[in-house]
Nanobody, 126 residues
């Protein structure tokens, strides 16, 4: 069974840091493009960052560029999102996704098409 489990969320003060983890089971991350998405209260889901399996290139939403870093540990089949200099507007439920490059890029453009499992809540207090 293919599963993704996001974890690592919590309550942090503005300016603080958190590292989210996404553990995969039933498949190998190295074969897929991987991404992080988030949904803030009352807002639509949006893309945060993704990594392409073809060349390990990364991409970030403008709102998190320079503050967040996506990485993967293939030995652990886990993807991470290091979040620094957190802002109250980063408060959201964060989800991870893994798919083909084409489908992940479509999900990046149309995140409302995604079907999300259990995410992890990040709350940033001011």
């Amino acid at each position: 069974e293919v599963q993704l489990q996001a974890s690592g969320g919590g309550l942090v003060q503005a300016g603080g840091s958190l590292r989210l983890s996404c553990a995969a089971s039933g498949f190998t991350f190295d074969d897929y493009a991987i991404g992080w998405f988030r949904q803030a209260p009352g807002k639509e889901c949006e893309g945060v960052s993704f990594m392409l399996n073809s060349d390990r290139s990364t991409h970030y939403a403008d709102s998190v560029k320079g503050r967040f870093t996506i990485s993967s540990d293939n030995a652990k089949n886990t993807v991470y999102l290091q979040m620094n200099s957190l802002k109250p507007e980063d408060t959201a439920v964060y989800y991870c996704a893994a798919d083909t490059k084409e489908r992940l890029l479509r999900l990046w453009v149309f995140p409302t098409e995604g079907t999300w499992g259990q995410g992890t809540l990040v709350t940033v207090s001011s």
